[in-house]
């Protein structure tokens, strides 16, 4: 009642609050945490006889309160609606239109649409300079900068965050230099210099001490955790194990402090891998145990990997009896929950060489040929996975651009303000070029859909050998980013997941990686199996998709 009550109030009193009073309703309604109410007000708000920038700004406040209620594909759109009003209105506020835009991005970047991100950035970066605001501008750089690197343009994105950077000194901006700090952090880490990435970090740890800003001291301490984690992760990468593990307690500490225990254990069980470094094992299983047991308290999904990561710490010491127990466990586990196939192909080859190892050949055999069975199925379920989204792909995108041009075309219709005929040939002219654009986009998603097709047909009997290809990769290092990969983690990757999984991505198989790092072929299958966890993939390619963010798509 009260929903409907908030609505009709904004009706009855749109002609007396004005409409710019209007939109600050709505806004009233986003301040005070009432989002879906915020966004049936707005719509309803929006069928009436609006100038285009209040238009524009109830969409905003609309996306506002599509954000907050976690609905990134509906706020995007807002946002990019809103900053189509805006560039019609009778006068022009570019730092609105570069917010609107700036937006719109992150939510692209938060469903990993990394094209769509960088070509919105790109567009809000032209208002960003023509409005002369620099701290706007320092942040669209900023966001750049970030979305290049993720798209793996290494040069343009060291160039934009050199930019974002160099303009916040300038501004004296602590809370945005701590920032910036970290993305190029991130970026050096990506292209190996790890010894120029920890001083980054340490730079940003010191911003952040002088940050004078209204972020909460909850979010700030839990960018300090972040940070000491990532410096803990970099100093096992250069083998600096003491700095590592002095980061990790750090990090640890503040998790705890703030109330985060779940990432105060995700940093115990990363400070563990230090201890199998220096081959403290006792230590790592002790941590790992810890772990597991608070992880099965709280009934983590996490707690099957860590589990794994004990069975490991138990096989190095030579202790099978015990790696056999938690093995086994987890296999229940996978019995009565649903677990990812590669996760229980992953237990079960471990299991398979464990038996093998202690003599016992014939049960062996018998979990290899349920790990085979289970490996012969998964293909077959990935090729057909793969055909069925190729079918579906283009016929998904066709709707969606005609749904956004059906969106477009409502709103149009619903404005009852006339215009002169040239107001008139340029609204004309503009649906025309959209519904052109939209046909020639048709026109090449149909054709590629064709292509992929008869590239199926020719190709089906070698499927299988070209997805291990494709998942194996070629024989060169992919530059991959730990510190922004791990900021968007549940459960962050270790420095030797991260080697790791470089080494999975190419052409090297198990064994081929364990020769290379020094590990056993068991520790190297339990590493990728946690990567997997972590990155919420089941394969290598999935994996390799993930990390281009998607860019193939």
Not at 33 to 60: P, Q, T
Not at 84 to 93: K, V
Not at 525 to 536: A, I, M, N
Request: glycine share 4%; net charge negative; charged share 25%.
């Amino acid at each position: 009642m009260r929903k409907w009550g908030v609505i009709i109030f904004l009706l009855s009193h749109l002609s007396t609050i004005g409409q710019d009073e209007a939109w600050s309703q709505v806004e009233k309604l986003v301040i005070n945490g009432e989002f879906a109410f915020a966004v049936s007000s707005a719509d309803s708000l929006l069928e009436e006889n609006l100038s285009d920038y209040a238009r524009a700004k109830i969409l905003f406040q609309k996306g506002e309160a599509q954000y907050y209620l976690n609905q990134m594909k509906a706020a995007g759109d807002s946002y990019t609606l809103a900053s189509f009003y805006a560039e019609r209105a009778e006068i022009i506020d570019p730092v609105f239109i570069s917010t609107c835009l700036g937006n719109a991005a992150w939510c692209w970047g938060y469903l990993h649409q990394t094209r769509k991100q960088l070509e919105t950035l790109n567009k809000s970066v032209i208002y960003a300079e023509r409005s002369g605001d620099s701290t706007e501008l320092a942040a669209i750089y900023s966001n750049l900068g970030s979305a290049h690197t993720r798209a793996g343009n290494t040069s343009e994105a060291l160039a934009f965050l050199t930019k974002a950077y160099e303009m916040d000194i300038a501004l004296r901006d602590t809370s945005a230099l701590s920032s910036d700090l970290n993305n190029l952090a991130y970026l050096f880490g990506i292209i190996g210099h790890d010894h120029k990435a920890i001083d980054y970090l340490k730079e940003s740890l010191s911003m952040l001490d002088m940050v004078n800003t209204d972020r909460s001291p909850i979010e700030i301490s839990r960018s300090r955790a972040v940070r000491m984690n990532n410096l803990g992760a970099r100093y096992r990468n250069i083998e600096v194990f003491d700095s590592a593990i002095y980061w990790f307690e750090n990090a640890i500490d503040i998790y705890l402090d703030i109330g985060d225990s779940i990432k105060a254990n995700q940093s115990r069980l990363n400070m563990s891998g230090v201890y199998n470094d220096r081959e403290e094992y006792h230590k790592a299983i002790q941590i790992q145990r810890d772990v597991v047991k608070f992880l099965e308290n709280r009934k983590v999904g996490t707690s099957y990997a860590a589990r794994n990561a004990l069975a490991e710490s138990y096989i190095a010491i030579g202790n099978t009896s015990e790696a056999l127990q938690i093995l086994e466990k987890n296999l229940e586990v996978a019995r009565t929950r649903k677990v990812e196939d590669v996760d229980l192909m992953e237990t079960l080859a471990l299991k398979q060489d464990l038996l093998e190892k202690a003599g016992r050949y014939y049960e062996s055999l018998q979990v290899s040929k349920a790990y085979l069975q289970m490996k012969d199925s998964f293909f077959t379920t990935e090729n057909q996975r793969q055909i069925a989204e190729l079918e579906v792909f283009y016929d998904i995108e066709k709707k969606e651009t005609e749904l956004e041009l059906l969106t477009i075309k409502n709103q149009l219709a619903g404005e009852k303000i006339l215009r002169d005929r040239r107001e008139k040939t340029a609204l004309y002219t503009g649906i025309g070029f959209i519904l052109l654009l939209a046909s020639y986009v048709f026109y090449v998603q149909r054709k590629q859909y064709l292509l992929k097709n008869e590239m199926l047909a020719n190709e089906m009997d070698g499927l299988r050998s070209k997805i291990n290809l494709l998942i194996s990769g070629k024989e060169e290092q992919l530059s991959i980013d730990i510190d922004h990969v791990n900021e968007k983690l549940i459960e962050p990757l270790t420095e030797r997941e991260m080697e790791i999984l470089q080494l999975a991505i190419t052409d090297m198989n198990n064994r081929a990686i364990a020769e290379k790092v020094f590990l056993s072929i068991h520790t190297v299958k339990f590493h990728l199996r946690r990567v997997y966890d972590k990155l919420g993939v089941s394969n290598r390619k999935e994996a390799l998709v993930f990390l281009l963010d998607k860019e193939s798509n």
